[in-house]
């Protein structure tokens, strides 16, 4: 069942549930924030309408820096802002930035400790036609790997909105991971939301579940969806939503593998490198049990639909449930 | 800023004793870039002993001026400029490159926090001083002070460079004042043979930069560019500074060998004998 303290959608499984792009989310929260403080400035390069930075852009127009298609001028220019007292969002595809940025990134922001957030849209296969250039498929890897920069990556567009409210109070520079298509309306305005913590949003109606389920971003209506048909099948699950990918909640991580001793992850990503590594990395120290990882597998992208191409790289509902069965039959 | 005949004499002297500090930094790091510091030692005392609105006691001033090194390899003059003006103690600077200094390869704000950035990959600098000029100006605060950045010729061959030129001078951001040390060389060779720069002056003029190029061992000469910058209303400024890479020390004067490289311990005696030697 879907855990009632989180206070979820309650029409999340039906068929007609409200669908929203993630970006969206990040565009009312990034207005939101302009609104509550003074101090926030957007920058874009070149794609304010495609990452929603618009709304904040036509209402705050002098504390919104165009920079032309230039994201490595997009993240420094941030850097010097920040060190000048602003909290800058510079925002473009995550396939340019951080995909084309990284070191200015990593040089000028983590290193330099300024505090920028960096929202990379269009993360994942599911940004459809454009094909694999625009696919960000390693930008989790990227950002996650590097220090004093938080990674977060949320479900829905209100997580999103709320991921973008506390990046503002967040001490840190951060990445922000959204995705283009529409996507369902996983979470409500009351279900909580914390840098650093994860969240169990579904879980047997009694006893222990049998497999765990780590899901980040734009998957995780699939995976309770996944979730829900298993149970019908008896395999109890519980389903995580691990939007924090750094902080990671360590603790939350291993009392779901105590209580499963077997895990599946799932994200719109690279295997390699990705969330499910970073879970493989807290288990594997603490408490290794088997785990499955549903992701793109060492693939790039390529032209077609967010649907065709999540069931062509696996990681559609059949495969995360596939994955649950085999995980299962892996415990020792 | 008026300069006065003495003033000009102490700045020389003062720029000498930096040059000293950095071929003595040099030889005990054992590693390090030599030509630019001593090229760059002019420019660097004229900024921290003439123009910069600074206070070594409250390095966190709000209201300071920003100055933005880009070119991070050239840090023994910073951190010899900002020892001589306070700001760390002159002993200190033999710790250079050592495991624990505050005195980085290339400087790391978290060592050493009296800095305004992290540098040392090439061609970052301007955009962040771009960054600062425009947080001045959406406070309004874009006449109270200037933002200058320091960076080399080599950087120039970087991208990052020419976008937050772009931006610059779509902005026109007229609290901006660029330093460009034009030395002609980097590290493989002579700038020219490299990645041809010239014609530098045009190209920095039609990205709608205000340029004045001067030389940048000529005290007098840089505190009229640097006055005619700050009247510029309505632009960015580049300087093209021209100097003389390893200037001071006749073996190390304009060889790109000694980009990148520092003296041994007899040829930093050397040096030191011919910086001595000087007389004002």
Same mark, same amino acid.
């Given at each position: 069942?879907?855990?009632?303290?989180?206070?979820?959608?309650?029409?999340?499984?039906?068929?007609?549930? #409200?669908?929203?792009?993630?970006?969206?989310?990040?565009?009312?929260?990034?207005?939101?924030?302009?609104?509550?403080?003074?101090?926030?400035?957007?920058? !874009?390069?070149?794609? +304010?309408?495609? +990452?929603?930075?618009?709304?904040?852009?036509?209402?705050?127009?002098?504390?919104?820096? @165009?920079?032309?298609?230039? #994201?490595?001028?997009?993240?420094?220019?941030?850097?010097?802002?920040?060190?000048?007292?602003?909290?800058?969002? !510079?925002?473009?595809?995550?396939?340019?930035?951080?995909?084309?940025?990284?070191?200015?990134?990593?040089? +000028?922001?983590?290193?330099?400790?300024?505090?920028?957030?960096?929202?990379?849209?269009?993360?994942?296969?599911?940004?459809?036609?454009?094909?694999?250039?625009?696919?960000?498929?390693?930008?989790?890897? $990227?950002?996650?790997?590097?220090?004093?920069?938080?990674?977060?990556?949320? !479900?829905?567009?209100?997580?999103?909105?709320? &991921?973008?409210?506390?990046?503002?109070?967040?001490?840190?520079? &951060?990445?922000?991971?959204?995705?283009? #298509?529409?996507?369902?309306?996983?979470?409500?305005?009351?279900?909580?939301?914390?840098?650093?913590?994860?969240?169990?949003?579904?879980?047997?109606?009694?006893? $222990?579940?049998?497999?765990?389920?780590?899901?980040?971003?734009?998957?995780?209506?699939?995976?309770?969806?996944?979730?829900?048909? $298993?149970?019908?099948?008896?395999?109890?699950?519980?389903?995580?939503?691990?939007?924090?990918?750094?902080?990671?909640?360590?603790?939350?991580?291993?009392?779901?593998?105590?209580? !499963?001793?077997?895990?599946?992850?799932?994200?719109?990503?690279?295997? &390699?490198?990705?969330?499910?590594?970073?879970?493989?990395?807290?288990?594997?120290?603490?408490?290794?049990?088997?785990?499955?990882?549903?992701?793109?597998?060492?693939?790039?992208? @390529?032209?077609?639909?967010?649907?065709?191409?999540? #069931?062509?790289?696996?990681?559609?509902?059949?495969?995360?449930?596939?994955?649950?069965?085999?995980?299962?039959?892996?415990?020792? | 800023?008026?300069?006065?005949?003495?003033?000009? =004499?102490?700045?020389?002297?003062?720029?000498?004793?930096?040059? %000293?500090? %950095?071929?003595?930094?040099?030889?005990?790091?054992?590693?390090?870039?030599?030509?630019?510091?001593?090229?760059?030692?002019? =420019?660097?005392?004229?900024?921290?002993?003439?123009?910069?609105?600074?206070?070594? *006691?409250?390095?966190?001033?709000?209201?300071?001026?920003?100055?933005?090194?880009?070119?991070?390899? =050239?840090?023994?003059?910073?951190?010899?400029?900002?020892?001589?003006?306070?700001?760390?103690?002159?002993?200190?600077?033999?710790?250079?490159?050592?495991?624990?200094?505050?005195?980085?390869?290339?400087?790391?704000?978290?060592?050493?926090?009296?800095?305004?950035?992290?540098?040392?990959?090439?061609?970052?600098?301007?955009?962040?001083?771009?960054?600062?000029?425009?947080?001045?100006?959406?406070?309004?605060?874009?006449?109270?002070?200037?933002?200058?950045?320091?960076?080399?010729?080599?950087?120039?061959?970087?991208?990052?460079?020419?976008?937050?030129?772009?931006?610059?001078?779509?902005?026109?951001?007229?609290?901006?004042?660029? %330093?460009?040390?034009?030395?002609?060389?980097?590290?493989?060779?002579?700038?020219?043979?490299?990645?041809?720069?010239?014609?530098?002056?045009?190209?920095? *003029?039609?990205?709608?930069?205000?340029?004045?190029?001067?030389?940048?061992?000529?005290?007098?000469?840089?505190?009229?560019?640097?006055?005619?910058?700050?009247?510029?209303?309505?632009?960015?400024? %580049?300087? =093209?500074?021209?100097?003389?890479?390893?200037?001071?020390? *006749?073996?190390?004067?304009?060889?790109?060998?000694?980009?990148?490289?520092?003296?041994?311990?007899?040829?930093?005696?050397?040096?030191?004998?011919?910086?001595?030697?000087?007389?004002?």
């Amino acid at each position: 069942m879907l855990n009632p303290k989180l206070k979820l959608n309650p029409k999340l499984f039906n068929s007609d549930v #409200e669908q929203v792009p993630i970006r969206k989310g990040f565009g009312e929260g990034f207005l939101k924030a302009g609104e509550i403080n003074e101090n926030v400035v957007g920058l !874009c390069a070149d794609l +304010t309408e495609s +990452t929603f930075m618009n709304l904040f852009a036509d209402k705050f127009p002098k504390r919104f820096v @165009q920079v032309g298609v230039a #994201e490595q001028n997009l993240v420094t220019v941030a850097s010097g802002m920040a060190a000048m007292g602003k909290i800058p969002f !510079c925002s473009s595809y995550a396939m340019f930035s951080p995909g084309r940025n990284w070191e200015q990134i990593r040089t +000028t922001i983590s290193y330099n400790d300024r505090k920028v957030i960096i929202v990379g849209s269009h993360g994942g296969v599911s940004v459809g036609a454009d094909g694999g250039t625009h696919q960000a498929l390693e930008d989790i890897a $990227l950002m996650r790997v590097i220090p004093n920069m938080d990674v977060i990556s949320p !479900c829905d567009a209100i997580e999103a909105k709320k &991921a973008t409210l506390r990046l503002v109070e967040n001490t840190k520079p &951060a990445y922000l991971r959204l995705v283009r #298509e529409k996507t369902p309306i996983i979470t409500t305005e009351e279900t909580p939301f914390e840098i650093g913590k994860a969240e169990i949003y579904w879980m047997p109606d009694v006893g $222990l579940a049998q497999v765990g389920i780590i899901i980040t971003g734009s998957l995780m209506h699939r995976s309770l969806l996944s979730a829900k048909e $298993l149970e019908d099948e008896g395999i109890k699950t519980k389903v995580m939503n691990l939007s924090s990918i750094k902080p990671i909640d360590v603790n939350a991580i291993i009392a779901l593998a105590k209580e !499963c001793k077997a895990i599946v992850t799932v994200e719109e990503h690279q295997i &390699a490198g990705g969330m499910g590594s970073a879970v493989a990395e807290v288990l594997a120290q603490n408490f290794p049990v088997p785990i499955e990882f549903i992701g793109v597998q060492d693939k790039f992208g @390529q032209s077609g639909t967010p649907d065709e191409l999540i #069931e062509h790289y696996g990681m559609g509902k059949n495969s995360i449930k596939e994955a649950v069965r085999k995980a299962l039959g892996r415990k020792i | 800023m008026f300069l006065s005949e003495e003033k000009v =004499i102490e700045l020389k002297k003062k720029a000498n004793d930096i040059r %000293i500090s %950095i071929i003595e930094m040099l030889v005990e790091a054992k590693s390090g870039h030599t030509a630019g510091p001593l090229g760059m030692a002019d =420019i660097f005392t004229f900024f921290y002993f003439h123009i910069l609105k600074h206070d070594p *006691k409250n390095p966190a001033w709000d209201e300071r001026d920003r100055l933005v090194l880009s070119n991070g390899h =050239i840090c023994p003059v910073l951190y010899a400029t900002m020892a001589h003006a306070g700001y760390l103690p002159i002993e200190e600077l033999k710790t250079l490159r050592k495991f624990g200094t505050r005195l980085q390869g290339h400087p790391h704000r978290e060592y050493l926090p009296y800095i305004e950035n992290s540098s040392g990959p090439l061609g970052s600098g301007l955009s962040q001083a771009v960054g600062m000029a425009l947080s001045d100006r959406i406070d309004g605060k874009d006449k109270d002070r200037f933002i200058y950045c320091f960076m080399s010729d080599g950087e120039l061959d970087e991208g990052n460079t020419w976008e937050a030129i772009m931006l610059a001078g779509k902005n026109k951001l007229r609290n901006l004042i660029a %330093i460009v040390d034009r030395n002609n060389i980097q590290i493989e060779g002579y700038t020219e043979d490299v990645m041809p720069l010239e014609p530098l002056h045009s190209k920095l *003029k039609a990205f709608n930069f205000h340029v004045i190029e001067v030389s940048g061992h000529d005290f007098r000469s840089l505190n009229e560019v640097v006055e005619e910058a700050q009247e510029v209303s309505d632009k960015p400024t %580049i300087i =093209i500074a021209h100097t003389i890479p390893g200037k001071g020390v *006749k073996e190390f004067e304009k060889d790109y060998k000694w980009h990148g490289k520092a003296p041994s311990k007899e040829e930093g005696e050397n040096a030191l004998k011919e910086l001595r030697l000087i007389r004002f």
